[in-house]
């Protein structure tokens, strides 16, 4: 991997770090989606810093012969475990949402008989 891609990455992932911490502070972040997002940033300096450990990964245990390969396998992922934890955010809220609207019927009908 070129220098130029390293920075980049290592920049990007400090970048991104900052910004995730800087989310939580002003409390515009829920802690849950910050580990997701500071796993993310921890990835793309790992990137840079622990490039000749994903050459070793890449060739001597997994098999394959470009790492670039174990870097794209990496984020894609973290987007599906990413996805997933979203999936299951709007399927609670969903019942969430489906709870509340039949106790909001109950009380409008009991409204409706006291007058």
Known sequence: MGLKIKLIAFIAGVAFFLLVLRSIKRNSMRPSYAVLWVGVSTFLVSVSVLEPFYHWLAASVIGIVDARHVIYIGLI???????????????????????????????????????
């Open 77 to 115: 992922g973290f987007l599906l475990v990413y996805i997933f934890y979203l999936t299951q955010k709007i399927s609670r809220m969903s019942d969430q949402i489906q709870i509340i609207l039949s106790e909001l019927a109950i009380v409008e009908d009991e409204v409706r008989r006291r007058r």
